[in-house]
């Protein structure tokens, strides 16, 4: 698994919005998070548009919007995020959500370590919530 920029910076913004959110109906400007984060405002609107599209943030538009978290941030595991973001979260793609069955299969003698691997992955980001993020940073 390689996460990239979009699944890195996805997590950052919601890390960003849960520390920041002060009350239920303020809506966080996205050039706030942008100066905050030292992310280009352009790049986060895609990335914004397909978490809102996602049901992770509510967006409104115009004076007084921005957005905010959709959940309580304990309720964001951060697989589920770069599953979105991604579009999965496997070491190999023959284990990929879709992915076309592989002829050697039957006769793979790394099929099960990647398999093991997989399950140990996704467990593992599965535990961690944005919540667990924000807390792990005030610690430092």
């Not at 030292?38 to 967006?59: D, M, R």
Request: aromatic fraction near 6%; hydrophobic fraction near 40%; glycine fraction near 8%.
């Amino acid at each position: 698994m390689f996460a990239s920029t979009k699944g890195r910076y996805a997590l950052r913004v919601l890390a960003d919005l849960a520390e920041h959110d002060t009350d239920e109906n303020e809506y966080i400007p996205l050039k706030d998070i942008a100066r905050r984060q030292e992310i280009s405002e352009k790049y986060l609107e895609a990335i914004v548009k397909l978490l809102v599209k996602e049901k992770l943030l509510i967006g409104v538009r115009g004076k007084g919007g921005g957005y905010r978290l959709a959940r309580k941030p304990e309720e964001y595991p951060v697989g589920e995020i770069l599953r979105i973001t991604e579009g999965g979260i496997n070491v190999v793609s023959c284990l990929a959500e879709g992915a076309d069955a592989c002829p050697r299969s039957a006769s793979c003698r790394t099929l099960n370590m990647w398999t093991r691997l997989d399950e140990l992955i996704g467990n593992y980001l599965d535990s961690i919530t944005i919540a667990d993020l924000i807390a792990d940073a005030r610690k430092q």
